[in-house]
């Protein structure tokens, strides 16, 4: 009778002691699966920015175009970026180096609007020019919340037993929304 109990005691001690690791495996396996969603929540906030901004562009190249019909260069470049944002798919790299080439090209655009005065006094132009900067504004803090998500992820990731547990649940770091060339991170230099 001693040794079944003792091996009954034994058997219990294991249970408990596997059901404890089980929920801390399930805690840490939840808290990396929840990181997952708000990434991929911040990559939605992302792409509805750059919808807005893609439906607003063509407002604004239509009217700048009304203006200055030999700057027809500028809004060709514009078009063909703001094509090639929408097929860029989900990765952030080619979506980040595109967005900061659309980036620089707008500036340029608002810099042609410059040598128009007629135009920058224009409502329409004014409120178009508001309306894409607050989508900017915006754009930047769904790229900061995307990126603050990611770091979140990618620090958990990597730390003891974080970084066993999303190793055997195949859960991956994942990639930053950042400028891909050194050139997008200098002021742009508008020359006529």
């Known amino acids: 009778m001693d040794i079944l109990a003792i091996l009954l005691a034994c058997l219990c001690i294991f249970a408990v002691i596997a059901g404890i690791l089980a929920i801390f495996v399930l805690g840490i396996y939840n808290s990396l699966r929840s990181l997952n969603v708000l990434i991929d929540e911040a990559w939605s906030g992302i792409d509805v920015q750059l919808k807005k901004r893609y439906d607003l562009i063509p407002n604004l190249v239509e009217t700048v175009k009304g203006y200055a019909k030999q700057e027809k260069d500028v809004f060709e470049k514009v078009a063909a970026l703001r094509s090639g944002m929408m097929n860029a798919g989900s990765d952030p790299e080619k979506l980040g180096q595109m967005e ?93």
């Open 100 to 192: 900061g080439e659309l980036r620089s090209t707008l500036k340029t655009l608002f810099a042609v609007a410059e040598n128009y005065p007629e135009l920058k006094s224009n409502e329409n132009f004014m409120k178009l020019q508001t309306s894409l900067q607050e989508i900017e504004t915006d754009l930047e803090s769904a790229r900061r919340y995307y990126n603050g998500t990611v770091r979140d992820l990618n620090l958990k990731i990597t730390t003891f037993p974080n970084s066993v547990i999303a190793g055997f649940f195949k859960i991956m770091p994942r990639k930053f929304f950042e400028v891909s060339t050194p050139e997008e991170r200098e002021n742009v230099k508008v020359q006529f």
